[in-house]
């Protein structure tokens, strides 16, 4: 198995128990890498509301199962405009794109 954390990987924290997917990987050239993740649940289902993403040291996390979410677009090829109804493959939430952000 590769252990290397990627982003759509499910992972808990050692020391908190926290767990979801990797929506983020921030690979520092001198410190430690930091994880974000996302859980899956919506906090409040009836309102959907998203929880909020947690940040962690790479060396905290332990990868539950490789590849959960596989992304099926990248920014580069996206068609996606603003107004488009979405829905996020994190959770269950959908809504309009209101803002549209690329970054290397």
């Known amino acids: 198995m590769n252990n290397m954390v990627e982003v759509g ?3 808990r924290d050692v020391i908190t128990g ?15 890498n930091r994880i974000i993740v996302q859980p899956r649940d919506l906090e409040d289902k009836k309102a959907n509301y998203v929880q909020a993403t947690h940040t962690f040291d790479e060396p905290e996390i332990e990868i539950l199962q490789k590849k959960t ?5 990248t920014p580069e090829t996206t068609n996606l405009k603003i107004g488009d ?5 994190y959770t269950p939430f ?9 970054s290397a």
């Open 18 to 32: 926290f767990t979801g997917i990797v929506k983020v990987v921030v690979r520092w050239h001198h410190a430690c």
């Open 85 to 89: 109804l979405v829905k996020d493959t």
């Open 69 to 73: 979410i596989v992304l099926s677009v």
């Open 9 to 11: 990987d499910t992972v």
């Open 94 to 102: 959908q809504g309009k794109i209101a803002v549209s952000c690329f």
